[in-house]
């Protein structure tokens, strides 16, 4: 005989404190910045864990900039997890409606890139193509997913840039985890994710800027890239990769002459 479960005295979903999103200048400051670019610099400021480790882009040639909307899945536990006997399939799914996944999708602001903690899940689905489109329509601009997805190729059509680590057919709380907390801090990929930091994904992967930092970002990754248009010009004539890249304090006073004759974009 099986003892009944006591549940614990416990909230779901929880939701983490009220956070500040970048402004749109600071986000827009990124839009031509390569997630490599903002990655070797935040290294030199001193952060040093900022690739999403395991998710790539589900159509290759995707590119997203945006504010860190957090959702975090938790392992289930059987006091607390949703119905899991075959007989309650259905209502299981149907009562993913009341977990955070749901609520999530209703914090969505334009621009947001929803990032998911789902410790790179092979069994999980952690988003489909409804739950997508819902997103695109709120306004959200792309998704990261330390875990796997469902209907790729509906989500594909869909157009909406998505990074994960593969695909399944099952829903969301399907196998061993469970939507649980959102707005909360999540680790993805090896990479801690608060909620409003910057994430810039491209076909290298995704990069976990923290919001506070994204000014110094910007400020040194404009200088780095535009040097390095200027390497790749000298190098493509014919010039020795070791006066070009990186530069020389010579070839340093070459570029700044160059850059001097270029028209701004800033």
Do not use: N
């Not at 939701?15 to 600071?26: E, F, I, M, V, W």
């Not at 390569?34 to 790539?56: D, M, W, Y």
């Not at 999980?124 to 739950?131: Q, V």
């Amino acid at each position: 005989m099986t003892a009944e479960l006591i549940r614990p005295d416990f909230a779901l979903p929880v939701r983490g404190a009220a956070y500040s999103r970048p402004d749109a200048a600071l986000v827009e400051d990124f839009s031509s910045l390569s997630s490599a670019t903002a990655c070797a610099k935040l290294h030199q400021l001193g952060i040093r864990r900022t690739f999403v480790e395991g998710p790539t882009p589900l159509t290759t040639g995707s590119r997203v900039v945006g504010s860190a909307l957090t959702l975090q899945f938790m392992p289930q536990r059987e006091d607390m997890a949703l119905p899991q006997d075959s007989s309650a399939g259905v209502e299981q799914e149907y009562a993913e409606r009341h977990t955070a996944l749901w609520h999530v999708l209703e914090a969505v602001q334009p621009g947001d890139v929803l990032v998911v903690q789902a410790y790179g899940s092979r069994f999980s689905g952690c988003l489909g193509d409804i739950l997508v489109r819902y997103f695109m329509r709120k306004g959200g601009a792309g998704i990261v997913v330390d875990g796997r997805i469902r209907d790729a190729g509906r989500i594909r059509e869909l157009g909406i840039p998505v990074w994960c680590t593969g695909t399944t057919p099952h829903y969301a709380s399907q196998s061993e985890l469970a939507p649980w907390a959102y707005d909360v801090p999540v680790a993805v990929g090896g990479a801690l994710c608060m909620p409003g930091d910057l994430v810039i994904a491209d076909d290298d992967g995704p990069v976990v800027v923290p919001q506070a930092m994204a000014p110094q970002v910007v400020a040194s990754a404009r200088d780095h890239e535009e040097w390095e248009v200027f390497s790749r010009s000298r190098l493509d004539e014919g010039a020795r990769l070791s006066d070009y890249y990186p530069l020389t304090p010579d070839t340093r006073e070459e570029y700044e002459a160059w850059r001097s004759l270029q028209p701004s974009t800033r």
